[in-house]
């Protein structure tokens, strides 16, 4: 069957003949993969920064952004069935018995390093016709989210940033001066009891929109910072969730901190570290600031770092990286999809740009001027 695979040692991507997988035991189910989409991960993969085979093989199958229906199961599935649509989740677990996080079924919080990572890390990835999996990395998806739900797993992202913001806010009071402390934290926006709290999303790359969109329907204010040259498109695009765009361009961290207001939690979006630690020296009371972009080394930049720290302690402020998502987090994803379809149906289909046949997969790891986000259509 086709597949799309990376040859690091080779320096080449290209569209190969890959082994059709079977089930090898009663709790695996296997799938033909429907949609998979593309990321600043993939993009880095393909260009040899990053990304590992599997011990052995030469070549690492890509994609790790999936849909796929499921076709057949082994004697002890029961969560899902044929026919079913299910994304599965990424990261899989070292083998060590001593890993806590591992050991229950917290490998985004692995501590040894030896998890293996479909389509990232030792592991082969979705963008291929058929996959095999156990039925525990499975989470099944509506039929009404079919167009969409590839967007599944960057919204994880977020959704696990999320899971850590309202962790780690519990440290402090941080409703309204208004707010009923008694209320459920996701209720309309008018009703939240973080509506005064200012969010601020770095980016409006996929990762960054799909963020500002949970963040809106969590009850913050947002604003999305962005340095994208395509002003209209996201402008557009935000005004249309009710958020507001702050382009780069045209305001500096300043003026950006300034327009917002006191700043009560960033959502970093960009894997731009200058860009990320500007905007840190503008932190306001309390505030939580999370990291989601993964940097590559530009070499060392100037930062004021008594500024930085003074605030921070000064302030009580915190800095919390954030990495993978566990599958509660695929499960609020896919929740929090299923509400912005319901709110923002166009805006939400808008955030995919571009599909592409296998054949193709590598013009949409290329192809990214003004787009948002490229799927790789393998079956429909
Ligand atoms: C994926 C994560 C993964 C991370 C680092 C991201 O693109 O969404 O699942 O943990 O890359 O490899
Ligand atoms: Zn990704």
Known sequence: MKAVAVFPAQRE???????????ASATQARMRVLDVGVCGTDRDIVSFQYGTPPPG????????????????????????????????TVRRPCPHPSCVACRKGRQ???????F???????????MTEFVVEEERYLNPVPRELREIAVLVEPLTIAEKSLEQIWTVQGRLPWECPDGDPGRDPSPDPEQSLVRCRHAVVLGAGPVGILGAMALKVEGFDVSVYSRSPDHEEKNKLLNAIGARYIAAETHSTEEMAKTVGSIDLVYEATGSSSFAFDVLKYLGPNAVFVFTGVPGHKGPIPVDTDDIMRNMVLSNQLVVGSVNAPPQAFQSAIKHLGIFVQRWPDTIRSVITGRFPIEHALDALRSQAGGVKNVVTVAS
């Open 57 to 88: 093989c030469d070549y690492l199958v890509i994609g790790h952004e999936s849909l796929s229906e499921v076709v057949e199961i082994g004697a002890q599935v029961s969560k899902v069935k044929p026919g079913d649509l299910v994304v599965m």
């Open 108 to 114: 985004d919080f692995c501590y040894t390093g030896d």
């Open 13 to 23: 991507v290209r569209v190969i003949d890959h082994p059709d997988p079977k089930l």
């Open 116 to 126: 293996t990572e479909r389509g990232i890390k030792e592991h082969h990835g979705y």
